[in-house]
């Protein structure tokens, strides 16, 4: 599971851990208002790097859950900066996940989401159909629908979040890249924003650097956060695009109107550059194919098994759905029986597996799932 998707170069990796050493050798902490520090420097300039050209600024943030809630503000500061304050919803995709805390839960699935008990307590969002599943399915009759959601909300919507191509713990959806193409054209037509969650996609987990790559698209705001550490410690960042930081500095505040007390620690910023110097310094992309071809086939047996209805495998990313709801004791003690630990959720059974695993580990982690999915099925 790479730890909730984190841990893509596995545990106690040497690089990592003498970059972490060394920065606690030197400052643990500093606050990053109105002062900066060479780790920060760094990870900002490889997040430049690597990210789809044109995402010039960035933001440090606490966690995947609070860069989230920084892209929304930033949304909305962005359409105050630019003449539209009555631009104050979010619209997102029905089927969504992008965290636990409250602006975020306002955007994760209002029904099938894990936060309806507090539906009643969140700022009501526009909601559009959920893609159709697969990589090339037609989308005429879904974009006839978004579109009409976005143009009849056109004067209260800032901006629009999505998680490209793989929604996660949604349900492990995916979903054609030239939705995200159509996305993008018809936000800047009616000048709306494009967030894209790249929390759990990004750094190589579907086989491209980041997901939007499947798309060829930049959009206006991206949120990085798990993998960026390796699994190390808890960070995230939210890049922007320099129409989208003048934007905010036109608002009244003129400046963005967030200020996390550990935002950019240095401990955190030191071990991000090293995980980042450890992944463009593999053949990552081909690791990643190597773990997809391995799932593909390892997975495939299952798709046999009474009640499993889909299998289905993208990046280092596999999935076994079922048509009910998983047994978990039965399903995690069967894993584990097989030397896997799994965490399985709703009607799925799936793994992320961390970028080092072997062959070897792959076939054991296939087995353990299929073993899972024939216990319960």
């Known amino acids: 599971m790479s730890s909730w998707w984190a841990a893509i170069h596995g545990y106690c990796h040497p690089a990592l851990d003498a970059a972490l050493h060394a920065q606690a050798d030197v400052m643990a902490h500093v606050m990053f208002g109105g002062l900066t520090h060479e780790p920060a420097i760094d990870l900002a300039q490889r997040l430049v790097d690597l990210s789809p050209a044109g995402l010039d600024h960035v933001f440090f943030a606490d966690s995947g859950s609070v860069s989230v809630e920084v892209a929304l503000k930033m949304a909305i500061q962005f359409q105050r900066g630019r003449g539209y304050p009555s631009r104050t919803r979010i619209a997102t995709l029905r089927g969504g996940y992008h965290g636990d805390t409250f602006g975020a839960m306002s955007v994760c699935d209002p029904v099938s989401g894990m936060h309806t008990m507090f539906a009643d307590a969140l700022r009501p969002q526009v909601f559009l159909p ?88 930049v959009p206006d705001i991206m949120c990085v956060g798990k993998a960026l550490t390796g699994g190390y410690l808890t960070l995230a960042a939210v890049l922007c695009q320099p129409h989208v930081a003048d934007g905010v500095a036109s608002s009244e505040s003129g400046v963005l109107m967030h200020g996390p007390t550990f935002m950019a620690n240095p401990l955190a910023c030191a071990v991000a550059v090293a995980n980042l110097d450890l992944l463009t310094a593999s053949d990552w992309q081909m690791n990643v194919a190597r773990i997809s071809r391995a799932l593909a086939i390892g997975l495939a047996p299952a798709a046999a098994l009474d009640d499993v209805v889909d299998v289905r495998v993208l990046g280092a990313v596999g999935v076994i759905q079922l048509n009910h709801d998983i047994d978990m004791a039965t399903a995690t003690k069967t894993a584990l029986d097989h030397g896997v630990w799994v965490r399985p959720f709703r009607d799925l059974i799936y793994t992320m597996p961390p970028y080092v695993g072997t062959d070897d580990d792959l076939t054991t982690i296939s087995l353990g799932l299929v073993a899972a999915a024939g216990a319960i099925a």
């Open 130 to 217: 959920r893609p159709p599943a697969g990589l090339d399915t037609d989308l005429t009759a879904w974009i006839d629908e978004a579109d009409a959601l976005l143009t009849g909300h056109r004067e209260e919507v800032a901006a629009i979040i999505v998680e490209p191509v793989l929604q996660g713990a949604g349900g492990m959806h995916i979903y054609p890249p030239v939705a995200l193409t159509w996305l993008r054209h018809r936000t800047g037509e009616l000048g709306i924003l494009l967030i894209a969650d790249e929390i759990a996609t990004g750094f190589g987990r579907t086989g491209e650097m980041f997901a939007v790559d499947h798309a060829g698209i």
